[in-house]
């Protein structure tokens, strides 16, 4: 079968809501961080899966802003888009909307940029096709992808050296 090579990215919004209930708060009566990163990972793995038709494992969560605390009884919303592709890797946007319901009111309260990397049968980093932006909102993110690219490139290379570090007491 001849694979795609460019997709839009709107191919690859991954939308979820759900209700923030007791059980997902912290001791602030606010969603806890670590199931909001959870919902993060989810929603951006399956957008990164919508390109590659591949499963995917994520590389790196390259940022996690939490912005505003988000209550019980509010809503968060999810919305994950690809934004930029190397060669087997590809950048996620995740953008997390809290909604008082009662009221209708919404705000922006978390921001998130993760890597994901598509495997093929092998197991090993496969070929994924590229995206290409439409709507404004697309546009800003795709033009501004290549910036934190290279920031993350830099990152990587800190990384080997910390794993290096830490690794010479197992040999
Ligand atoms: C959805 C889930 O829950 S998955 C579970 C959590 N994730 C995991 O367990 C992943 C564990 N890590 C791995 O398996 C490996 O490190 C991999 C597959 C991510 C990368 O394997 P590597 O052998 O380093 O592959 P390689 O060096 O060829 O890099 C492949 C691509 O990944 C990118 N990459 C690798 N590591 C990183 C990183 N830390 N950050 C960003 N990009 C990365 C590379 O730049 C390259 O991109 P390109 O092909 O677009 O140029």
Do not use: C
Not at 53 to 77: C, L, M, Q, Y
């Amino acid at each position: 079968m001849e694979q795609v090579k460019k997709k839009p990215m709107k191919e690859t919004l991954t939308i979820k809501t759900s209700h923030v209930f007791p059980p997902d708060a912290n001791h602030l009566g606010t969603l806890f961080g670590g199931k909001l990163m959870a919902y993060i990972d989810d929603v951006a793995s399956i957008a990164a899966i919508k390109l590659a038709r591949n499963p995917v494992v994520t590389a790196s969560t390259d940022s996690v802003d939490f912005i505003k605390p988000i209550k019980i009884g509010d809503s968060v919303t999810l919305e994950a888009i690809v934004t930029w592709t190397g060669n087997t890797s590809m950048e996620v946007f995740v953008k997390v909307i809290a909604e008082q319901l009662l009221t209708g009111k919404k705000a922006v309260a978390a921001l998130s940029f993760l890597t994901f990397v598509a495997l093929g049968e092998d197991g090993k980093p496969t070929v994924i096709p590229e995206v290409f932006p439409e709507t404004d909102e697309e546009k800003w993110l795709h033009q501004t992808a290549s910036r934190r690219a290279a920031h993350r490139k830099s990152r990587k290379q800190e990384s080997k050296d910390l794993v290096a570090f830490f690794s010479h007491n197992f040999n």
